[in-house]
């Protein structure tokens, strides 16, 4: 299955949790998920009896959806986690939260992870001083992430950096606002991760 592109405020109202898939609008309260807090359709706001596979699918759904992979991408880095030794549920989040996108937008290069993507698959972002273009690059504690020289007057860049004094910048990235570099300092414990996810029903989901 290919990676999803339709309207993601509808996907967020349908999964009933906000995945951080509007940046700026979320932040200025303009998220279609806090004015109407329910499915779309004209049957939206009808109460449903969820089956447990479908809160396990859900909890898939809401990963796969929140770091923008596909199913493929996200069964991959599961058999990876699986293959580990470990609490598969974590080491599956660990595995999320190294893609060279995803760290992009800790950061706070990208108001998105889509947007990060964007930034990486155009060539804009350097790992080690060296350009990588491909977003599922997995990033390994110590390794510098930085804007090449001729992206920096990016103002959607700029923008993101500046929305970063509301929302913060993760514990596990240490950057540079001025300069636009960072270090992935080291791989973040699950605790630290504030996600709406569940992934031990994800892990309940593959094994069955």
């Known amino acids: 299955m290919a ?27 303009k998220s279609a998920l806090e004015k109407r807090p ?8 009808r109460r449903t009896k969820i089956s447990e596979y479908g809160l396990q699918l859900r909890e898939k759904q809401k990963a796969k959806f929140m770091y923008g992979i596909s199913e493929k991408q996200f069964r991959s880095l599961f058999v990876e986690a699986n293959r580990r030794e470990g609490n598969t549920g974590s080491l599956l989040i660990e595995l999320l939260e190294k893609r060279l996108d995803n760290v992009v937008y800790r950061m706070g290069f990208a108001t998105t992870r889509a947007f990060a993507r964007q930034l990486v698959n155009h060539g804009h972002i ?15 504690a ?3 992430i930085e804007i090449r020289e001729k992206s ?15 929302t913060g910048i993760v514990e596990w990235v240490d950057v540079d606002k001025e300069k636009l570099f960072g270090m992935f300092t080291r791989v973040p414990e699950r605790d630290e991760v504030n996600i709406p996810v569940e992934e031990r029903l994800i892990v309940e989901l593959y094994s069955k």
């Open 142 to 144: 110590g390794q510098k």
């Open 38 to 45: 329910y499915a779309p359709g004209q049957h939206g706001q």
């Open 3 to 29: 990676r999803y592109r339709g309207p993601v405020e509808k996907l967020e109202r349908r999964l009933g949790v906000d995945l951080g898939l509007k940046g700026e609008r979320r932040l200025a309260g």
């Open 126 to 140: 350097l790992v080690d001083g060296k350009r990588v273009s491909i977003p599922s690059y997995s990033v390994k």
């Open 152 to 166: 920096k007057t990016n103002s959607q860049i700029l923008r993101a950096i500046e929305l970063t004094n509301q």
